[in-house]
């Protein structure tokens, strides 16, 4: 059975920062591309951030420069670095994987908020 776990979101302040994390079974990990999205109330589902297995990363422009992207295949899980936290940040954040992207986490929500 596949599963991703993600946990590490909450309420953090602007400009402040904030690591999430997933953690994944029941599947190839080392195989697998990860990454992560985020939708935001009203909006539909966003890319964010991916890790190839080769760890080859790639970023979406809002965030390139404040998000980092990192995985360890030995524990399974993949985090997601975040920095320099922004309003606009504040969504629901999923973890998904696979070679093609095709499990999906069931969302952790941060909140960028004064």
């Known amino acids: 059975q596949v599963q991703l776990a993600e946990s590490g979101g909450g309420l953090v302040q602007p400009g402040g920062s904030l690591r999430l994390s997933c953690t994944a079974s029941?599947?190839?990990?080392?195989?697998?591309?990860m990454g992560w999205y985020r939708q935001a109330p009203g909006k539909e589902r966003e890319f964010v951030a991916g890790i190839h297995p080769n760890f080859h990363t790639y970023y979406a422009a809002s965030v390139k420069g404040r998000f980092v992207i990192s995985r360890d295949n030995a524990k399974n899980t993949v985090w997601l670095q975040m920095s320099n936290r922004k309003v606009e940040d504040t969504a629901v954040y999923y973890c998904t994987g696979g070679k093609l992207l095709d499990y999906w986490g069931q969302g952790t929500q941060v909140t960028v908020s004064s």
């Open positions: 029941g599947f190839s990990f080392s195989d697998a591309k």
